[in-house]
């Protein structure tokens, strides 16, 4: 029965080790608008370098002072952890100078890597006058920059159907973006389909997915509502009654975050870009009983 049971638990721990073997994380941070928010970021930071991340990257605000902190706090973080940080920039209410002056900026202070995006609004039925193809190109005419840009398995909210999202997306990479990195979602098949939509159409780069973890449940409604991402039923039955339990409900986010990396692993997804919301806890955690 001894021998059994050690066979058994070698399978599980070689299990493991393969997949161990295969994945590899990259984390996204936003900047911070308070002292204490500050320190839970480099908090978050220090312990999330410590999984050894392909990259970092941090969003990009839709005020000029956001945006200011944005291109510290990627500096900071490049430099304190040694790990590659990249950029996001979006392009909405900027000028192809001014954005080509934030790109040379970056390229000049050892900030390759750049999410390059269009950037949203609140106002209704804005003009927009760039795009992220637009920046795509703006960017690889400065230098090399290594370019990610967004992809929308579930649509973006503006999109009239799948094939616009795929020819715009083939567009930026035909432009010279390495990679895509998805809106979360929780749906494996619609990444899977998206994935296979993107082959078909000779999309040839890394689709990564956007992974976020469920701290909260409402707070998870609020953003797919705004994302256009489904939430499955299965997931609202998971917390029902749970609005007042936060701790629970991060032990449930933790377990969906598992099982969502553990299937898209045996899908031949090697690479998961996590969106953070600033905390390590969760992910951390999860991380680690993956054995990054």
Known sequence: MKN???????????????????????????????????????????????????????????????????????????????????????????????????????????IKSIVALRGDTLEKNYNHKMYALDLVVLLKKIANFDISVAAYPELHPESKNSKSDIISLKKKIDAGANRAITQFFFNIESYLRFRENCIKNDINVEIIPGILPVYNFQQLQRFAKMTNVDIPKWMFEMFDGLSSNITVQKIIGSSILIDMVKNLSSEGVQNFHFYTLNQSDIVYSVCHMLGL
């Not at 049971?5 to 070698?10: F, G, L, V």
């Not at 956001?66 to 900071?76: A, C, P, W």
């Not at 920039?89 to 970056?106: A, F």
Request: charged share 25%; proline share 4%; aromatic share 12%.
């Open 4 to 110: 059994f049971y050690k066979y058994h638990q070698d399978i599980i721990c070689q299990k493991k080790e393969n997949m161990c073997r295969s994945i590899n994380c990259s984390f996204e941070f936003f900047p911070p608008k308070t002292i204490n928010l500050e320190k839970n970021l480099w908090s978050s930071v220090e312990c999330l370098s410590k999984l050894k991340p392909k990259f970092f990257s941090v969003t990009y605000g839709a005020n000029s002072g956001e945006r200011l902190k944005t291109y510290d706090i990627v500096k900071k973080i490049q430099k304190k952890t040694g790990v590659i940080t990249a950029a996001h920039l979006t392009c909405i209410d900027s000028t192809p100078d001014e954005l080509k002056k934030i790109g040379q900026d970056y390229w000049n202070n050892g």
